[in-house]
């Protein structure tokens, strides 16, 4: 993150930390500023996300307050997509097919293949299951209301 912001700012602070960061917001939104930039190493990452917390846990969000979450959240999400810790973490989660999805979901839900009718009936989803027939649209559009999940969870990242 920006020196400024976070660099020597003991955890033990972050809550007077996360005052000063607020009052420097609504400063540099009079000038047409910004206060969050990047997250450059994991002590950084870890004082982002323990000042994350700090600000969410606010009962009463502020405009201001969330504009330093979104700009703060933002930042957190750069850096772990493109850290080095975070690499085969990244890549399995963009390796996960539509079918593995389904498969997760309905492991959490204690579903058999007879209990998604939405996609047909138990052989078209054993087919399914077996990477012998793909989900279509029609499929992924009644899985998402039926899990409750937007479609792009059954695409894959990459």
Known sequence: MSAVAIDHAPTAGIHELAEHLKKF????????????QTITSEAEY???LA????L???AEQTPQT???VDQLCLAIKRYEDTAPQFAEFNAGVAAITGVQMLKFLMAQNHLTGSDLPEIGDKT???RTLNGK??????DIQALSKRFHVEPSVFFPLA
């Open 124 to 126: 078209v989803v054993s």
């Open 51 to 54: 000042l994350l917390d700090e």
């Open 56 to 58: 969410t846990e606010v």
């Open 66 to 68: 969330e504009r330093l």
């Open 133 to 138: 027939r793909t989900l279509s649209s029609a």
């Open 25 to 36: 917001q609504r400063s540099l939104e009079r000038a047409g500023g910004t206060i969050i």
């Open 46 to 48: 870890d004082r982002a």
